[in-house]
């Protein structure tokens, strides 16, 4: 074995522009999450009638469907899917425990500063303004959440995401002809 030197977690975070593939809005995660239950229901109901019909035609099915059938592997299909809805569920209630963060912050930060204009000390009353603003937090419609990476965020690009990003020409370069220069001074070129 060979030692190569020391690793160390140190906690640093780093600037990451997350995947807009991997990403999805409120609005977006609550409907999402409504289809994706529906199709489970479906799926379900789909293989409790499969069930069903398995102990009365078993071989009849083994003929239409073979024995390694697509069309009989329910089971797979419904497992992803209930992945995907855990995953969606997490990902909203991430989103709405953010936004109930952000709102108790904020209230108890506009209650700190009325208590400070008039010259008040009520700590009570800044936590009781936190519980009331966390209660009732709703996330924006635009807020996202990443299933790849939770921290990252889609940061604002200069460019189009999907465009690679140009290499910058240094200042001191001249600019490249199409063409070889004139061979002659008489020689002039036409625009």
């Known amino acids: 074995?060979?030692?190569?030197?020391?690793a160390a977690l140190d906690g640093t975070?780093?600037?990451?522009?997350a995947s807009k593939h991997k990403a999805m809005s409120y609005v977006r995660l609550v409907d999402k999450e409504e289809r994706v239950e529906a199709e489970?229901?479906?799926?379900?109901?789909?293989?409790?009638?499969?069930?069903?019909?398995?102990?009365?035609?078993?071989?009849?099915?083994?003929?239409?469907?073979?024995?390694?059938?697509?069309?009989a592997d329910l089971s797979a299909e419904l497992d992803r899917r209930e992945?995907?809805?855990?995953?969606?569920?997490?990902?909203r209630a991430q989103i709405e425990a953010e936004a109930a963060a952000k709102a108790r912050k904020h209230a108890e930060?506009?209650?700190?500063?009325?208590?400070?204009r008039s010259g008040d000390?009520?700590?009570g009353a800044v936590e009781a303004a936190g519980r009331q603003a966390q209660a009732?937090?709703?996330p924006k419609d635009k807020a996202q959440a990443n299933f790849t990476d939770p921290q990252s965020r889609i940061m604002k690009?200069?460019?189009?995401?999907t465009s690679r990003p140009t290499t910058p020409k240094p200042s001191w370069t001249t600019p490249t002809r199409s063409s070889p220069p004139p061979t002659s001074p008489r020689t002039r070129r036409t625009r």
């Open 1 to 6: 074995m060979v030692k190569m030197g020391r």
């Open 13 to 17: 975070k780093l600037e990451a522009a």
């Open 40 to 71: 489970i229901a479906q799926l379900e109901a789909a293989a409790a009638a499969l069930l069903a019909d398995a102990a009365a035609v078993d071989a009849a099915e083994d003929e239409r469907f073979g024995v390694n059938g697509k069309d």
């Open 83 to 91: 992945k995907r809805l855990a995953r969606l569920q997490a990902a």
């Open 109 to 116: 930060d506009k209650e700190r500063r009325r208590q400070d």
């Open 121 to 123: 000390d009520d700590p």
């Open 136 to 138: 009732t937090a709703r």
């Open 157 to 161: 690009m200069a460019t189009a995401p």
